[in-house]
């Protein structure tokens, strides 16, 4: 591949956390350096990486809006994800894999 040039994403895991105004925590799937958060819900969904699942996400962690995809790199250490939405309920989906566009 060309210096400068983007490879697209290539999921090798995902996973469904059902998520709601209290925190919830996932072990993440696949060993790759991206992941893709998609936020099914109809509110904010505030997200936390780490290596364990005791992993508590709180409103001052990174948000991911209603509706919306967000795509980040994460370290080797990284295997789990905690989520806590602004309101209601629903699916937040995480698939880990490799490549910086989707």
Excluded at 11 to 34: F, Q
Aim: proline residues 5%.
């Amino acid at each position: 591949m060309a210096s400068g040039s983007i490879a697209a994403f290539t999921p090798e895991a995902t996973v469904t956390l059902t998520a709601g105004t209290t925190s919830s925590a996932t072990t993440l799937g696949g060993a790759g350096p991206s992941l893709l958060v998609y936020n099914a819900t109809s509110g904010t969904a505030f997200l936390r990486l780490g290596a364990t699942t005791t992993l508590t996400a709180t409103t001052a962690d990174l948000p991911i809006p209603p509706a919306s995809r967000v795509m980040l790199g994460v370290g080797a250490t990284v295997s789990a994800a905690a989520v806590v939405l602004s309101a209601g309920s629903g699916t937040v989906y995480l698939s880990r894999g490799s490549g910086a566009a989707y």
